[in-house]
């Protein structure tokens, strides 16, 4: 069996699976609201996803107030474990990935949640680090990059933290073969993890019967007073002050953002992911939002009850990154840390077959 966190019996070697059927790779992200599984075969564009599921669980409902994971949010985590953990074994997948992130790491009891997890499911949870978060997320986008201009600013928006990661397009290491792609050699020229996300924004600023400019822009304050701080990428300004950078922001929040302003009936991936917004765009669909009661965006179809209490908070976030660090053009992402972990597993693989073909030679 494949060394990676996973669930026991469910995963076959590369060479076991059936003549003509490409193997499947799974990445699971358990995040302070989502928990997101993907399941794909290799391709020569990368790879081809076979299965896809999503379930907002909120783990980290009330970990800013408390500490700790509260029993009825591990419950929910672990139904939507439980069939991730179902489905990879329905693939019979040949490596998996499984993570946990900001929930896990800050909370009293995420190393317990963890050990219930793995008696409960089989699934072994790895948590992993601000820093390992920042590299996958960049490597999930990086079909995204636009290579004419000379860098990025890759803002994932998760639950519980948001990672920032400015990227020169100028370097080595965007276009490595399968085998040789590794997320740790990325030209990423800084990174910034804050203990924000949407739940923890949310709860801090709760919003009352109506949201109103003032405390949206309390929440747009706090989120810069956390960036603001942060000096490591001072020598990339030159270039966004130039406009010669673009933003990429992942987060179901800026998806939803992104919904808002194509005004779809329902949400399509394949109509958000990649498309690009400008700094007008954003702003004018943060507004739209503060003029929707709780119900009214609750009834948006690219929003729905899950997100309805988030969604702001997201906006929020966005825009202090972009009054901290101005671009002209803002690209949307329905990708990130489950593409990179999915790239990365494929090379590693590649790279085995590689070195076996290499010592089989006479």
């Known amino acids: 069996m494949?060394?990676?966190?996973?669930?026991?019996?469910?995963l076959r070697r590369a060479g076991e699976t059936s003549a003509g059927e490409p193997p499947c790779y799974a990445a699971l992200d358990l995040g302070t609201n989502n928990c997101r599984l993907l399941i794909a075969t290799p391709a020569s564009s990368g790879f081809r996803v076979v299965e896809a599921y999503s379930r907002i669980v909120r783990l980290g409902e009330g970990l800013s107030q408390t500490g700790r994971l509260s029993e009825h949010a591990m419950e929910r985590a672990l139904q939507a474990l439980k069939v991730s953990a179902e489905k990879v074994r329905?693939?019979?997948v040949v490596k998996l990935k499984a993570?946990?992130?900001q929930a896990c790491r800050s909370a009293a009891n995420g190393a317990e949640f963890i050990a219930r997890?793995?008696?409960e499911t089989g699934l072994r949870l790895q948590v992993i680090t601000p820093h390992e978060e920042a590299q996958l997320s960049v490597?999930?986008?990086?079909?995204?990059?636009?290579?004419?201009?000379?860098?990025?600013?890759?803002?994932?928006?998760?639950?519980?933290s948001t990672e920032l990661s400015w990227v020169d397009l100028n370097a080595g290491g965007l276009d490595e073969p399968p085998g040789q792609f590794a997320p740790g050699r990325l030209p990423i020229r800084a990174w910034l993890s804050i203990p924000i996300g949407v739940v923890t924004l949310a709860e801090r600023f709760p919003e009352g019967e109506q949201a109103t400019r003032a405390w949206f822009r309390a929440m747009v304050d706090t989120v810069k007073a956390e960036i603001a701080a942060f000096d490591r990428a001072d020598s990339m300004r030159p270039i966004f002050e130039a406009d010669r950078a673009h933003l990429i922001g992942t987060s179901g929040a800026i998806t939803?953002?992104?919904?808002?302003h194509l005004n779809l009936r329902r949400y399509d991936r394949s109509r958000v992911d990649g498309i690009?917004?400008?700094r007008d765009d954003c702003d004018a669909a943060a507004l739209?939002?503060?003029?929707l009661s709780p119900r009214e965006r609750a009834d948006q179809p690219c929003i729905g009850p899950d997100r309805a209490d988030l969604v702001l908070a997201g906006a929020a976030i966005l825009q202090a990154v972009q009054e901290l660090w101005p671009c002209s053009r803002v690209r949307v992402a329905d990708r990130g840390l489950r593409e990179g972990i999915l790239l990365s597993l494929m090379s590693q693989g590649a790279g085995r077959r590689r070195r076996r073909r290499r010592r089989s030679r006479p």
């Open 2 to 10: 494949d060394e990676a966190p996973s669930a026991p019996g469910a």
């Open 90 to 92: 329905r693939r019979r």
């Open 276 to 278: 690009w917004m400008h």
């Open 117 to 119: 997890v793995a008696r």
């Open 288 to 291: 739209r939002l503060l003029n």
């Open 139 to 160: 490597a999930g986008c990086l079909n995204l990059l636009d290579r004419e201009a000379d860098a990025a600013l890759v803002v994932d928006v998760g639950g519980g």
């Open 256 to 260: 939803s953002l992104a919904g808002l």
């Open 99 to 101: 993570i946990a992130t």
